[in-house]
């Protein structure tokens, strides 16, 4: 249930709104944004009656929510949210590039990679250090001595890091070394590590599970969100079909259709979402054509060479080619990429 509050409505008639929803054993959400003040209301097991707010001093209507996702909904928030990573922001008209290797695997790799990725002018670098492998004998990488490198890298040139979250014990550390906090397909239905990150206020890039449905991916961002963290960007990563010359499908219906759903910024992976390098930038220019608030690229200086994902990762050369073709999109979809 979502209560509507006039634009006017005052901090105490706002608190007696929060008070009177606590009382009735609810708990309620104040929904940031600017066009209206709205209080969501989690944790009802049966109908509220709408009664007990709209005889409310500043009450100007209460609507009941029928999907399942609340406070990630449009329905609760109508405008955009953006997703601010200290001043790079996602949602809004900068379509943003996160970009580096499937894993960190030295200092000077991934030093090489971010100088090329930081004359691409994207402004985030990517690279996995706490590898989720699906094999127990592949590389699992780095860990710490990688989240230090990619720090360090990112820091020398200016960039933001993105990296993957493998589990609870290792979230301190990680939160330490990152802007975006990374959670991958392989962790979407991880509950736990889910509402862990819903308690800090660092943004997250939720991937989407290779089974899960668009409604799945929705709920477990509502697991971060209800938690109050609404730094939440979705990630479309490609899902699992009976297709098999490609790694994964890229489900890019799933970028308008999220958009129509929650207000929350979505962008595409197509390094995952198809495996094979020269698929990529046709899928990242679809992507961005769908309405993709940014996308993520796997690139290696030298991908024969790569301990993880060298098939699907473009070499530098291949990279600042797409970067450049994307570019011819800025005055149709009249945005900019990063
Ligand atoms: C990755 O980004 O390197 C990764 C492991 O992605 P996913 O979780 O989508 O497989
Ligand atoms: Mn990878």
Known sequence: MLILLKTEATVAEIKAVTDKVRELGFTPHEIPGVQRVAIGITGNKAKVSPDNFLVMPGVVD????????????????????????????????????????????????????????????????????FKPRSSPYAFQGLKLEGLEYLKEAAEKFGLKVVTEVKDTETLPLVAEHSDILQIGARNM???????????????????????????????????????????????????????????????????????????????????????????????????????????????????EKALSDGYQSLSPKTFLAMMKQLKKYEPILERTIA
Not at 91 to 103: F, L
Not at 109 to 115: D, N, P, T, V
Not at 255 to 279: C, E, F, N
Request: hydrophobic share 40%; glycine share 10%; net charge neutral.
């Open 189 to 303: 239905y991880n509950f736990s590590l889910l509402e862990k990150i819903g308690e800090l206020r660092k943004p997250v890039l939720l991937k989407r599970g290779f089974s899960s449905t668009i409604e799945e991916l929705l709920m477990a961002a509502e697991y971060i969100v209800s938690r109050g963290n609404y730094n939440v960007i979705l990630c479309e990563r490609g899902i699992r079909t009976f297709e098999t010359y490609t790694r994964n499908t890229l489900d890019l219906n799933c970028v308008p259709l999220i958009k129509k759903l929650s207000h929350l910024p979505i962008i595409v992976d197509p390094s995952h979402g198809t495996g094979a390098w020269d698929l990529v930038s046709p899928l990242a220019q679809a992507s961005i054509a769908a309405g993709a608030d940014g996308l993520m690229i796997e690139v290696h200086a030298h991908p």
């Open 62 to 129: 209460v609507v009941s929510v029928s999907k399942p996702f609340k406070l990630v909904g449009r329905d609760f928030k109508p405008e955009n949210t953006i997703v601010d990573v200290g001043g790079v922001q996602f949602g809004g008209k900068e379509i943003q590039v996160i970009a580096g290797p499937c894993s960190v695997e030295s200092r000077d790799q991934i030093m090489e990679i971010a100088g090329i990725i930081k004359e691409s002018g994207a402004k985030l670098l990517r690279g996995g250090a």
